[in-house]
């Protein structure tokens, strides 16, 4: 879907603060701070990227710790009524991190971090269907915006159009119920 595309390309535009290894001349329409050896200035996340591989930057929080994952998860767990607060694009950096700790693992034939990675999809996974389970509630009571403010960036688009095809088949199937 178009709205699942523009996230992700919302994601990759956000800002995220990078420790400069090496100076580099950016043109002032990218980025307004200089990008000077030994600062940390913010940059988008898709500059940050090429700029990382490169050798110039580091991005000190690019990867979601796998036990900042299994919290989230632990927290849910105890909290089933409402979703807990995670970061706005929690699982876009979730899927980058596992994607990016994967191909480390493989690469390197290391079995240890394909456990560690094993783990976080799975945790991710838990995480997520508590989560469902909470906006699959509040779309049918009708509330779904008493639990906006906690979800992330990518949830808000699967409940808005979760509540979108629900109130469609209603209209279409049981037209005399009014939402």
Known sequence: MLEYDLLELAYM???VKVRVLRSINIPSTISR???VRGSEVTIPLWLALILEKSGY???PERIVAPSEISK????QMQNRGQPVKLDDYFYSKA??????????????????TMNTVEKM??????????RLDIMFKAIRLG???????????????????IDAVVRDWMRKFIPFVHI
Do not use: H, M, W, Y
């Open 13 to 15: 535009f956000r800002n």
């Open 33 to 35: 701070s200089p990008i």
């Open 57 to 59: 930057v580091e991005i």
């Open 72 to 75: 989230n998860r632990f927290l």
């Open 95 to 112: 899927r980058f991190s596992v994607e990016e700790l994967e191909a480390q693992a493989k690469q390197q034939g290391d079995i240890v």
């Open 121 to 130: 999809k799975s945790d991710v996974f838990d995480l997520f269907k508590a």
């Open 143 to 161: 509330g779904a915006s008493s639990i906006d403010r906690s979800l992330t960036v990518e949830e808000k688009v699967l409940v808005q159009n």
